[in-house]
């Protein structure tokens, strides 16, 4: 098969499909892969080292979209890329299309086999491609969400673990999955006060024996939801409905209930966000203020750090990748069941029942379409 990744070119976006490690893999495995020139250079990953494991330079994405059987990419297509796409070529990477109805129809429109990493499953319920980007922005959340406290950055002023004879910062997460459970790490890592809601008591148990009693347990519930944002200092947002729009768990009214200079860090903001006011930002411009609460709703969060998270995707992404360069993604989607629920778009349809709820199309089984 071949393969191609392109560079690309969301805002302050350095990550790149693939390392050269993982090129090799795929070229060792039969496969031809082109990259498009310069597409990780940012982050070291010279045109050099691709060829020195046989990968072709390309000069163009155009030459990438219009000659190569697979795209492999990190984030969603931008719009000139979906109309590069053509029937039938498998697109691999990142979508989040729930809350984003113009690139699902873009898509549709394409013809193309859209396979996201988000929505691939494991034999233990997780997402595991998701989940390396997942510990990333968890960690990421804090970092983020301890400079925006910074009282010139518009913050309160507050330093997260506080001094002898100060109080730490009060640091809120919404969810104790992957986002979650990393967030708490760095916060308790920084001496903050740390709780955690969710609507799993055995998440909430999980996190209790993981911490042996340093963070606060609450199940989620809008009494209490509404109660311990009053006293943050910082909170993160890390719900997650697979495939889905997150849900609004902070309205614009709960607002006026918090701290002036109080933060909150969307980590939900790919597949919508979880708070009302939010609405994607970039690492050039990552934050902006309603009703004196600072928000932070970068929609590429782990590419801040784009080294370490492409090595960690590349970790994650590649087996399916020969999966389906092996195969073909017939034939692979048909022998693994969790990467046919990467599926969400083919050939015009929509094949994946949360986002065809969600945007209104007509739910089609993948299995009709092999």
């Not at 087996?319 to 629920?341: D, E, R, S, Y």
């Amino acid at each position: 098969m071949l393969i191609g990744v392109p560079k690309e070119i969301k805002n302050h976006e350095y990550r790149v499909g693939i390392t050269p490690a993982g090129a090799n893999e795929l070229i060792k495995n039969g496969h031809t892969v082109h990259i498009q020139s310069n597409a990780g250079d940012a982050i070291g990953f010279t045109d050099k080292s691709y060829e020195s494991v046989g990968a072709k330079i390309v000069a163009s994405a155009e030459e990438l979209f219009k000659t190569c059987d697979m795209i492999i990419k990190v984030k969603e297509p931008q719009p000139n890329e979906c109309k590069m796409l053509r029937d039938g070529q498998i697109l691999f990477t990142y979508l989040h299309l729930a809350p984003d109805p113009e690139q699902t129809k873009a898509l549709i429109n394409s013809g193309a086999v859209a396979i996201a990493y988000e929505t691939v499953t494991d034999s233990r319920g997780g997402l595991p491609l998701l989940a390396p980007m997942s510990e990333v922005a968890g960690r990421l959340s804090i970092q983020a969400g301890a400079h925006a406290l910074e009282k010139h950055k518009g913050g309160r002023g507050v330093l997260l673990g506080g001094v002898p004879g100060v109080k730490p910062a009060k640091v809120v997460i919404l969810g104790g999955g992957v986002v979650g459970l990393n967030a708490a790490r760095m916060a308790i890592g920084l001496n903050a006060d740390v709780t955690i809601l969710d609507r799993n008591i055995n998440v909430l148990k999980s996190i209790d024996n993981m911490f042996n009693g340093r963070i606060t347990t609450l199940y989620s519930n809008q009494y209490n939801l509404e109660q311990e944002i009053t006293e943050a200092d910082l909170v993160i947002g890390a719900v997650l409905i697979a495939g889905a729009s997150a849900p609004k768990l902070i309205t614009r009214n709960m607002l006026k209930t918090m701290k002036k200079g109080s933060v909150l860090v969307d980590v939900a903001i790919d597949q919508g966000g979880c708070f009302e006011t939010s609405r994607p930002t970039t690492h050039q411009e990552p934050t902006f203020v309603v009703d004196d609460v600072v928000h932070y709703c970068v929609a590429n969060m782990p590419g801040a750090v784009a080294l370490t998270s492409t090595l960690a995707l590349t970790n994650a992404t590649l087996p399916f990748a020969i999966q389906i360069a092996n195969q073909g993604w017939k034939q692979a989607i048909h022998n693994n069941v969790h990467l046919k629920h990467g599926l969400n778009i083919c050939n015009g349809h929509v094949t994946y029942e949360a986002v065809a709820k969600d945007l209104g199309y007509k739910y089609v089984n993948p299995d009709s379409l092999i």
